[in-house]
Structure formats: structure tokens, C-alpha cells
């Protein structure tokens, strides 16, 4: 620290000087510092938010949207879009899942779709699946068809135009 002080500080500066005026002489810039980091903090301040919990004694009859991430523990008569979704073991989904990861260790009945799908060996799902990726577990119940396509995600944002229309 001492040598950075020594060259923002015209002159040469003596021992007793430097360790006494570098603190008088960092009030001042301090302000001008945290100014021109402020715009970045903000951006690198935002810690990613908690996923979004549904607990096992809660029955939910509608649809759920979230750009973050969905633990579901209960059971959900309705479509569920997020980022990164796992369905518990004694969970219940009744609609379609559509979600960038999507881990299922319980019951889904109806489409999903997602980039990455995992179906653990608790899984039951009823349904066509639309993936990039996909892997499906040992003792893991599946009765649909798999399909695979670039972008799962966006092609069934078409279909739900259409029927919204």
C-alpha cells in the first residue's frame, strides 16, 4: 500500500510523512473510488435468490411462473415454468412442466419439456418429454414418448400462442 500512496502523491516523501498522509490523502479519493465502482457492485451484489419451496401439505390449483427455482413437495394441478425445477419424491404435478433443469423424483402427469431432464428411480411421469438432454434412472416408471430437440424450450411457446389465441 505504501508504494501505491508514494505514486499518487507528487514528490518524494519521507518515512514519518507517507505512513501519516496516505490516510489524509485516501479520504479524498476514497468517495471518487467507491463512485466509479458503484455501477458494478450492484450487478455483482445480487446473490442468486433461494429456490421457491412447496411444502408437502400444500395443494396448489392454478399455474406457477418463476425465473428462479421450484422445489415442489406437494401437489400442483397446474403448469409449472422455471429455471431449475425438482419434483420430490411425494409430490404430485398434474399439468405441464417446462423448466431449463428438471430433476423428478415423484409423479408428473401430463407434457414436459426442459434443456437438461432427470428422471431419478422414485419417478413416475405420464407424458410426452421434449429434451435436450436426458437421463433416466434404474426402477424409474415412464409411460410416454421422448423426444429430442435443440430447443425444447421455445417450441412449445408457439403451441401455447395458439391456444391463448
Same mark, same amino acid.
Given at each position: 500500500?505504501?508504494?501505491?500512496?508514494?505514486?499518487?502523491?507528487?514528490?518524494?516523501?519521507? +518515512?514519518?510523512?507517507?505512513?501519516?498522509?496516505?490516510?489524509? $490523502?485516501?479520504?479524498? =479519493?476514497?468517495?471518487?473510488?467507491?463512485?466509479?465502482?458503484?455501477?458494478?457492485?450492484?450487478?455483482?451484489?445480487?446473490?442468486?435468490?433461494? $429456490?421457491?419451496? /412447496?411444502?408437502? @401439505? /400444500? #395443494?396448489? =390449483?392454478?399455474?406457477? =411462473?418463476?425465473?428462479?427455482?421450484?422445489?415442489?413437495?406437494?401437489?400442483?394441478?397446474? @403448469?409449472?415454468? $422455471?429455471?431449475?425445477?425438482?419434483?420430490?419424491?411425494?409430490?404430485? #404435478?398434474?399439468?405441464?412442466? #417446462? +423448466?431449463? @433443469?428438471?430433476?423428478?423424483?415423484?409423479? &408428473?402427469?401430463?407434457?414436459?419439456?426442459?434443456?437438461?431432464?432427470? /428422471?431419478?428411480?422414485? +419417478?413416475?411421469?405420464?407424458? @410426452?418429454?421434449?429434451?435436450?438432454? &436426458?437421463?433416466?434412472?434404474?426402477? +424409474?416408471?415412464?409411460?410416454?414418448?421422448?423426444?429430442?430437440?435443440?430447443?425444447? /424450450?421455445?417450441?412449445?411457446? $408457439?403451441? #401455447?400462442?395458439?391456444?391463448?389465441?
Amino acid at each position: 500500500m505504501f508504494s501505491k500512496s508514494r505514486i499518487n502523491e507528487p514528490g518524494p516523501k519521507q +518515512a514519518g510523512d507517507s505512513e501519516t498522509k496516505p490516510a489524509a $490523502a485516501a479520504a479524498p =479519493k476514497a468517495p471518487k473510488a467507491a463512485a466509479g465502482s458503484a455501477p458494478a457492485t450492484p450487478a455483482a451484489a445480487k446473490p442468486k435468490p433461494p $429456490a421457491s419451496a /412447496l411444502s408437502s @401439505d /400444500l #395443494v396448489i =390449483k392454478g399455474n406457477l =411462473k418463476s425465473t428462479g427455482d421450484i422445489h415442489v413437495e406437494g401437489t400442483v394441478e397446474g @403448469d409449472i415454468r $422455471a429455471h431449475q425445477l425438482v419434483i420430490g419424491e411425494g409430490a404430485t #404435478v398434474k399439468g405441464e412442466v #417446462v +423448466a431449463d @433443469d428438471v430433476v423428478i423424483n415423484g409423479r &408428473i402427469i401430463g407434457r414436459l419439456r426442459g434443456l437438461k431432464v432427470r /428422471l431419478t428411480s422414485s +419417478a413416475r411421469v405420464e407424458g @410426452d418429454i421434449i429434451h435436450k438432454t &436426458i437421463a433416466i434412472e434404474s426402477g +424409474a416408471h415412464f409411460e410416454g414418448t421422448v423426444q429430442r430437440q435443440e430447443d425444447p /424450450l421455445s417450441n412449445g411457446g $408457439a403451441k #401455447v400462442a395458439k391456444t391463448d389465441g
